[in-house]
Each structure stands twice: as structure tokens, then as C-alpha cells.
């Protein structure tokens, strides 16, 4: 028998901003608002830097080529939240990752990156990708 549930708003009984789900098996529990992907984007960095489509990011900037700054809307409760970004793969043309400059500045709301190529040089590209894990302040 399916069931449905409607609902606007989720608090914990406890801890209101804390909710534990029971994981595969009835064994485990993982706290809800720990595992949820805080902020997302798709987005070009070539020509106009300009987000596709986004979660939680307010604005990009194009620092140079290859090198851009993304800024969140809500900040992070510190900066050692987690990124994941994605490149782009164009039918043998060019390979390029995205990556976390780690000479750069990063804080609550923003954090700086850059996108390179397969011998490492630094180019603009379009439809890379990249979400954020963590607490918000």
C-alpha cells in the first residue's frame, strides 16, 4: 500500500534544525541536514562567466582566464566545507577540469577556482559543475 506525505516544513523533536533518518538495514542513522547538498551549480566560464542554473550561489566572477570566484547566497558556518566540481569532456577536443585554488582566498562566502586543460594551462570553459557540502551559519 503507497502512501503519501505532504508537508512544508521538517523540525527535529530534540534539536529542531536536526533530524535523524534510520539507513539501509535499521542499523544505522544519518543526521538529514548533514548529508544534504547545501549550494549547486552548472555553469560557463567561457566568454561571459553566467551560471546555467544554480542553488544557493549568488553571483560568479571572471577573474582572469581559467580563474573564477564563486559566491554563495547563505553563508557556511566556516570555510572547510566540501566541494565537488566538475569538468567538461568535448568529443576528443579539449579535457577540462575544475579545481579549488588553494593559493586563493576562501571564507564563509566565497572561494576562488580554476578551470585547466589536459597539459595544465589554464582555459575558460562551458558546462562545468560544482556543489557544496556543509554547514551553514
Not at 41 to 60: E, H, L, V, W, Y
Not at 63 to 79: E, H, I, L, Y
Request: glycine share 10%.
Amino acid at each position: 500500500m503507497a502512501s503519501t506525505l505532504k508537508i512544508n516544513t521538517l523540525t527535529g523533536v530534540t534539536t529542531a534544525g536536526s533530524i535523524a533518518v534510520t539507513g539501509e538495514g535499521n542499523s544505522t542513522t544519518t543526521n538529514l541536514q548533514q548529508g544534504l547538498c547545501k549550494a549547486w551549480n552548472n555553469f560557463d566560464n567561457d566568454g561571459t562567466a553566467a551560471f546555467n542554473d544554480s542553488f544557493n550561489f549568488a553571483s560568479i566572477t571572471d577573474n582572469a582566464t581559467g580563474k573564477m570566484q564563486m559566491n554563495v547566497t547563505n553563508a557556511f558556518n566556516n570555510s572547510t566545507y566540501t566541494h565537488v566540481g566538475g569538468g567538461t569532456h568535448d568529443g576528443g577536443s579539449y579535457v577540462v577540469s575544475l579545481y579549488f585554488n588553494h593559493d586563493a582566498t576562501k571564507n564563509t562566502t566565497q572561494a576562488e577556482f580554476d578551470s585547466r586543460n589536459t597539459d595544465q594551462t589554464q582555459t575558460d570553459s562551458e558546462f562545468m559543475s560544482l556543489a557544496y557540502f556543509g554547514d551553514l551559519a
